[in-house]
């Protein structure tokens, strides 16, 4: 057996950042960034009111009350026109341009208005700039945005849409084929015949590989045939930038992905010391990486947690800590037992805040077969060789999903 920290390593090594393609800034949302995003103008492009009042000159409230005549008033998206004088006041609604002359503005809150809207009483003496968004307080021409390696969230969208940037380069999307293996599985609700199961496996990572920020491609349920399973894996690798597959990658007497891939493609055959996912492959078919995953529903959804799902991340450009899932501490409210047998296990968990401490306790059922307690978990606790935890201990976790 070799370590996680190994295959992780190893699996990392064979995935590379897929090229760059220009892409309409209004559809990169989760697509990562393949140049530095530089600024090309002053945001805010021109100084204006952070608040509705009146533009003054702040020399002109030292005496506050004091009253002000008005002579004018600027919208948002007006251009001033008549510059402010000792003694004047122009009412400004919020985002309007600051006139000429005037340094600070007087929130309406502050100030009174003659009947015939003449004059203006400001209550309060404001200082020079006050209320005031000076011109690239926000950003400057020739500073970097966001830098390469950027995964686009709806922030950075509307931050290209402020600077007018219609176009941005990004790593291209991954296309990932997933592919489930067996003869035992039947796709759909029709009645089981005995010895068979339904296929669960292609449904979840498709959906885990969406998940990430790539694209699935669902390359279907493949009989244990030989024929069958190289013909899948051939279409997978011609038309998807990776491909997973499900199953047959143990000791079985019909793994033919094991027999096809072993054949055909450049694999790495691992036990690692985790459970559950302990068998797992990875190698590359042509220049196509696969991720060969253990068939057990568990084990399959954490062997992509812990080896595919941060290799894809490298593939849409991510890099460090990007490539993988927050882990933090958190405290057993109850006991997450096991045995000692040289493996780090990663139990399945419920996790919940209290006091600002991560509370974590058994999501149900941890056999690889048991896809509910999977389905129902929060978290992974990791649990080093040893005995476990007993309620009270403080361990590490990596949490699954934060929405
Ligand atoms: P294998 O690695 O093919 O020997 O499969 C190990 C276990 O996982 C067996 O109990 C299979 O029936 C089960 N299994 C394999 N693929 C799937 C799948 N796509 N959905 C649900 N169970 C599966
Ligand atoms: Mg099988």
Redo the contacts with the bound molecule.
């Keep these: 057996m070799i370590p996680l920290s190994e295959a992780q390593a190893y699996v990392l090594q064979g995935c590379t950042p897929l090229g760059a393609a220009p892409t309409d800034s209004s559809q990169a949302l989760g697509l990562v960034t393949a140049e530095p995003i530089m600024c090309n103008e002053f945001v805010p492009p021109f100084n204006n009111t952070a608040v509705d009042g009146y533009a003054v000159m702040a020399a002109d409230t030292k005496a506050a009350p004091v009253d002000l005549q008005v002579i004018g008033a600027i919208a948002a998206g007006e251009a001033p026109s008549t510059p402010l004088t000792p003694g004047t006041a122009i009412r400004i609604m919020t985002g309007a341009p600051l006139p000429d002359g005037a340094d600070a503005i007087v929130m309406v809150e502050d100030t009174t208005t003659s009947n015939d809207t003449m004059t203006v009483t400001i209550h309060r003496c404001v200082e020079s700039g006050s209320a005031v968004r000076r011109a690239g307080e926000d950003m400057q021409p020739g500073q970097l945005v966001f830098d390469s390696g950027t995964l686009l969230q709806p922030g950075h969208l509307g931050v290209l849409a402020t600077l007018g940037i219609a176009t941005i380069a990004t790593h291209r999307r991954p296309l990932v084929g997933v592919i ?3 003869d ?2 039947v796709d759909g609700p029709q009645q089981l015949a005995p010895g068979q ?6 449904r979840a990572l498709l959906a885990m590989v969406g998940q990430t920020g790539c694209t699935p491609v669902d390359l279907g ?1 493949i009989r244990d045939d030989e024929a069958a399973v190289e013909a899948a894996l051939r279409v997978g690798a011609e038309h998807c930038d990776a491909i997973i597959t ?5 000791m ?1 007497d019909f ?1 033919y ?1 094991k027999l096809v891939l072993s054949r055909i493609a450049d694999m790495r055959w691992m036990q690692i010391a985790i459970k559950p996912a302990k ?1 797992m492959a990875f190698g590359t078919l042509g220049d196509t990486p696969i991720f060969g995953l ?4 568990v ?2 959804m954490v062997s992509y947690e812990l080896l595919a799902r941060p290799g894809l991340r490298k593939m849409m450009g991510l890099a460090g800590d990007a490539l993988h899932r927050p882990r933090i501490s958190a405290l057993a409210e109850g006991p997450l037992p096991r045995r000692p047998d040289g493996k780090t296990h990663f139990a399945r968990i419920n996790m919940r805040w209290v006091d600002g401490t991560a509370r974590i306790r058994s999501a149900g059922g941890q056999g690889s ?1 048991q896809l509910s307690a999977m389905a129902g978990a929060d978290a992974l606790a990791i649990l080093p060789d040893g005995e476990g935890l007993a309620e009270g201990d403080t361990a590490s976790i990596i949490v699954l999903h934060s929405d």
Excluded at 246 to 250: I, L, M, R, Y
């Design positions: 489930s293996t067996g035992e599985l199961i339904r296929d669960s496996n292609r349920l499900s199953g047959g990658v143990s079985g793994d992905v068998p253990p068939g057990n529903p084990s399959s077969h």
